[in-house]
């Protein structure tokens, strides 16, 4: 992490403590919503575990992610999943709900989301109404 004077979102949402809640909350969702959760495996903790990891350093902490994994690369490493923009709209939903669930300030929910969006469309690889079945 960058020495610095500004209060980063890691900091904001309250830490690691804060942001292992906003993940569990999450994967929870995720594998609820029909549309995203087959394309993740039934045992989430090893996803739940880089998410944290990844996340942790993208909202301005620790370098988790890269400390252990190197750059984080993470268009290429979601290109074996179809990823269409229904399914970033889904996921966004779903943190979109973790956030609110975990009590995260309304105006920070709106800029975390505003920085994951950017994100979550970059994944997208597959046009909508493709069949995106697994296997």
Known sequence: MKESNAITIYDRIGGEA???????SFYAKV???PLIAPLFPENIE???DKQFLFLSQFFGG???YS??????MMRARHMPFPITS?????WLKCMSEALAEINIDEFLQAA????LKGTAYHFINTPNGKDVTLG
């Open 18 to 24: 804060a942001l292992k809640q906003l993940v569990v």
């Open 31 to 33: 594998q609820k919503q």
């Open 46 to 48: 090893p996803v739940s």
């Open 62 to 64: 620790p370098s988790l």
């Open 67 to 72: 400390d252990l994994y190197g750059h984080p």
């Open 86 to 90: 229904e399914h970033a709209d889904a």
């Open 112 to 115: 975390i989301l505003e920085r």
